[in-house]
């Protein structure tokens, strides 16, 4: 096990020998397990335990355990404990969520203040046997059947290529020492209900269902990655990336004969779950919004907008004279310069005498009034203009204007203002250019 051990952390972690590593360890077989194999190969590894309080004395034996043993072998070691439960009531989450949460979050903080480069884990094959089968017991797509990942971030697992029965064997060949924690024997989570009852029966079935299962695991993750190729390929053709939001072709989309995949695949990490709401939205009338906890899609006409939800930004800046750039909800860049080249969107040159300063920068409001360049001193309710420009609701939410005192030099991004345009008469001339 541990030639297979170390041949894993060169094919998969080359560099490991070099970096420091933090281990994850309960106490329990598995981690104790990883130790001993890391202790065996040589490469540099501190340990971190967490007493979570659940079990009362078995916790605080627990935590005992692992300090003792890294005091026999002079091994950095960092604990910390947590009242679990009332984290969990607090923030109305379950006690394994809590439970994760806490610890990954005390991980990550020994990682940046004591200079490790990667936490290990002691999750291994049956481990991902027993996510695969929750997520398929609970309706999934392809990523919640790749089983655990090898790497997340600064997060290693490299046990992940062997069994339960392997590590049992290589705990008792070595006689390494473990804690034993009661609540495993029971069926109180369903983690444990598939590992008693039903991965025994898929190893009756077929002896070498471990094999076959990784094999599988391999084959999903390879689909996998066809998937996200295929989708990113799609994207590039029927998405537009704007600044503060992005706008999916509906008549584009629909010629695909899997439009629906797509938009899982490009939504899902988004948090939207309404499957059946967003495949309706591409036929629902203009103004219906579906929303995630942090996104919201937006049907405009032939469009999906995909935006953050708006905040209610009411924020303005203050741009002084000699300002080059400003870095704000929006970035903007100033400059003097002596010819001007033509007008854009994204680019307007005005007149700086005609400025007073400070500059503002932002939200529209009801009532603002323009005078649109091209227009002839005609104003303009700004509010009109959107309505005619058909923009978006979002789109609308996401505008900052540029004022000079109470008057409107430039929407940006979307029209400038015909009173601060230069002419043959301007001496400085400034150039605004929309990043």
Same mark, same amino acid.
Request: proline content about 3%; aromatic content about 10%; charged content about 25%.
């Given at each position: 096990? $541990?030639?297979?051990?170390? %041949?894993?952390?060169?094919?998969?972690?080359?560099?490991?020998?070099?970096?420091? /590593?933090?281990?994850?360890?309960?106490?329990?077989?598995?981690?104790?397990? *990883?130790?001993?194999? #890391?202790?065996?190969?040589?490469?540099?590894?501190?340990?971190? $335990?967490?007493?979570?309080?659940?079990?009362?004395?078995?916790?605080?034996?627990?935590?005992?355990f692992v300090e003792k043993y890294c005091d026999s072998f002079?091994?950095?070691?960092?604990?910390?404990?947590?009242?679990?439960?009332?984290?969990?009531?607090? #923030?109305?989450?379950?006690?394994?969520?809590?439970a994760r949460k806490l610890r990954y979050e005390y991980f990550?903080?020994?990682? @940046? +203040?004591?200079?490790?480069?990667?936490?290990?884990?002691? $999750?291994?094959?049956?481990?991902?046997?027993?996510?695969?089968?929750?997520?398929?017991?609970?309706?999934?797509?392809?990523?919640?059947?790749?089983?655990?990942?090898?790497?997340?971030?600064?997060?290693?697992?490299?046990?992940?290529?062997?069994?339960?029965?392997?590590?049992?064997?290589?705990? %008792? @060949? !070595?006689?390494?020492?473990?804690?034993?924690?009661?609540?495993?024997?029971?069926?109180?989570?369903?983690?444990?209900?598939?590992?008693?009852?039903?991965?025994?029966?898929?190893?009756?079935?077929?002896?070498?269902?471990?094999?076959?299962?990784?094999?599988?695991?391999?084959?999903? =993750?390879?689909?996998?990655? *066809?998937?996200?190729?295929?989708?990113?390929? &799609?994207?590039?053709? &029927? &998405?537009?990336?704007?600044?503060?939001?992005?706008?999916?072709?509906?008549?584009?989309?629909?010629?695909?004969?899997?439009?629906?995949?797509?938009?899982? =695949?490009?939504? $899902?990490?988004?948090?939207?779950?309404?499957?059946?709401?967003? %495949?309706?939205?591409?036929?629902?009338?203009?103004?219906?919004?579906?929303? +995630?906890?942090?996104?919201?899609?937006?049907?405009?006409?032939?469009?999906? /907008?995909?935006?953050?939800?708006?905040?209610?930004?009411?924020?303005?800046?203050?741009?002084?004279?000699?300002?080059?750039?400003?870095?704000?909800?929006?970035?903007?860049?100033?400059?003097?310069?002596?010819?001007?080249?033509?007008?854009?969107?994204?680019?307007?040159? &005005?007149?700086?005498?005609? *400025?007073?300063?400070?500059?503002?920068?932002?939200?529209?409001?009801?009532?603002?009034?323009?005078?649109?360049?091209?227009?002839?001193?005609?104003?303009?309710?700004?509010?009109?203009?959107?309505?005619?420009?058909?923009?978006?609701?979002?789109?609308?939410? !996401?505008?900052?204007?540029?004022?000079?005192?109470?008057?409107?030099?430039?929407?940006?991004?979307?029209?400038?203002?015909?009173? #601060?345009?230069?002419?043959?008469?301007?001496?400085?001339?400034?150039?605004?250019? *929309? /990043?």
């Open positions: 096990m $541990h030639s297979k051990f170390h %041949n894993t952390l060169l094919e998969h972690f080359p560099e490991i020998k070099t970096k420091k /590593i933090l281990l994850a360890v309960s106490g329990g077989i598995d981690s104790m397990v *990883l130790v001993d194999l #890391f202790r065996r190969s040589e490469i540099s590894f501190g340990i971190a $335990h967490c007493n979570f309080k659940l079990r009362n004395e078995q916790s605080d034996l627990d935590q005992k002079n091994i950095p070691f960092f604990t910390t404990s947590f009242d679990t439960q009332a984290f969990s009531k607090d #923030f109305k989450l379950s006690t394994q969520i809590a990550y903080e020994i990682l @940046e +203040s004591q200079k490790y480069d990667f936490v290990a884990t002691a $999750h291994h094959l049956d481990d991902s046997i027993e996510t695969f089968l929750i997520n398929l017991s609970r309706g999934t797509g392809i990523d919640g059947l790749t089983g655990i990942p090898l790497q997340n971030e600064k997060t290693i697992r490299p046990l992940l290529c062997f069994d339960r029965n392997e590590i049992l064997n290589y705990a %008792n @060949e !070595n006689n390494i020492n473990w804690r034993e924690d009661a609540s495993n024997a029971t069926d109180y989570y369903i983690r444990n209900k598939i590992r008693h009852h039903l991965t025994p029966i898929l190893r009756e079935i077929n002896p070498s269902f471990s094999n076959s299962f990784q094999q599988t695991l391999e084959n999903l =993750q390879q689909a996998k990655s *066809l998937v996200y190729d295929a989708s990113r390929i &799609v994207y590039k053709k &029927v &998405v537009e990336d704007e600044l503060d939001y992005k706008k999916i072709n509906i008549t584009e989309l629909k010629q695909l004969p899997n439009f629906k995949a797509y938009l899982y =695949q490009w939504l $899902h990490p988004l948090g939207f779950t309404a499957w059946e709401d967003i %495949n309706n939205l591409a036929e629902a009338e203009t103004g219906k919004q579906i929303f +995630s906890e942090n996104y919201q899609l937006l049907k405009n006409r032939n469009f999906l /907008i995909i935006a953050p939800k708006s905040k209610g930004i009411d924020s303005e800046l203050r741009i002084n004279r000699g300002t080059s750039e400003v870095n704000f909800h929006i970035k903007l860049l100033f400059c003097k310069i002596t010819k001007p080249f033509y007008s854009t969107n994204t680019t307007i040159f &005005v007149d700086d005498e005609k *400025l007073n300063y400070p500059l503002t920068l932002r939200r529209w409001k009801s009532g603002d009034v323009f005078q649109p360049l091209g227009m002839n001193g005609k104003s303009k309710k700004v509010s009109k203009l959107f309505k005619d420009d058909k923009l978006s609701r979002i789109e609308k939410e !996401n505008a900052w204007l540029l004022c000079s005192g109470t008057e409107i030099v430039w929407i940006v991004g979307i029209r400038a203002d015909e009173r #601060f345009k230069i002419n043959n008469a301007t001496n400085n001339i400034l150039q605004i250019d *929309l /990043i």
